[in-house]
């Protein structure tokens, strides 16, 4: 179901009125971008022509509680009970996902994460031998690469058992369909958001106009705080 233009609705419990609230009153949605992700190139990199900033959405408690409630549903309708919530460890994402810990008695494990948005190695928090893990991130802007892939492999090196996968919003993306095959039971989407992707070497936009990610979701904060 279509909330905002470039935005849809796919969690199917998840009430639409709220997510048009979300949407309208948080406006996470910034096109017309030419953005670095990540913002250095310590390793391969893709241009994005928008960005989805769910961290404006949990800056509101109301509207976290409401998406906690809705993966918390969806997790009981799967029967799923994760005694882990392996996440990056970033600001808005410890946020969201401490409450969402609570919410389902699980424990928080935080992977690494640098400025530029690359995963390190190291975990904070202790993984227990075969503990059941859920993985999760707010945004997958690449279409799938950390909530598919990375976050569940890293999982499973540090000893955890992956049981499932959740973002609040998942890029457009060739990945998507590989998501949806290595998690085919067992995936949580809030939204469905237009944000695509270019190799740099491919990208139609002129270099020149080139900014960090991070930019981004900063005006989109920013414009929520006025």
């Given amino acids: 179901m279509r909330v905002a233009e470039g935005v849809t609705l796919v969690s199917p419990t998840l009430d639409a009125e ?18 670095a992700y990540p913002s ?7 241009h994005l022509e928008a960005y989805f900033s769910t961290e404006a959405i949990v800056q509101l408690p109301e509207f976290a509680s409401w998406l906690v409630e809705d993966v918390v549903l969806w997790m009981t309708t799967k029967n799923l ?9 970033t600001d808005p994402v410890r ?6 810990s609570r919410a389902v008695d699980a424990k928080p ?19 227990p031998a075969d503990a059941s893990v859920l993985t999760f991130n707010l945004t997958s802007v690449t279409g ?8 569940p492999d890293a999982a499973a090196k540090n000893g ?19 998501l949806r095959r290595r998690f085919p039971d067992n995936l949580y989407i809030a939204f469905h958001v237009a ?3 270019h190799n740099p070497d491919a990208c139609p936009a002129n270099a020149i106009g080139l900014r960090p990610w991070q930019e981004a979701s900063a005006e989109i904060i920013a414009r929520l705080e006025r």
Avoid: M, W
């Fill in 18 to 35: 709220r997510a048009r609230r979300i949407i309208k009153e948080t406006n996470p949605f910034s096109t017309g971008q030419h953005l």
């Fill in 40 to 46: 250095n190139h310590d390793g391969p990199q893709v």
């Fill in 81 to 89: 009970r994760p005694q882990v919530i392996f996440a990056p460890g």
């Fill in 95 to 100: 946020l969201f996902v401490e409450k969402l």
């Fill in 109 to 127: 494990v935080y992977l690494e994460t640098k400025p530029s948005g690359r995963f390190g190695d190291a975990i904070e928090g202790s993984l």
């Fill in 144 to 151: 799938g690469r950390c909530i598919g892939f990375r976050l």
């Fill in 160 to 178: 955890g058992h992956v049981i499932g996968t959740a973002a609040i919003a998942l890029g457009t993306s060739p990945l998507n369909e590989e």
């Fill in 195 to 197: 944000v695509t992707n």
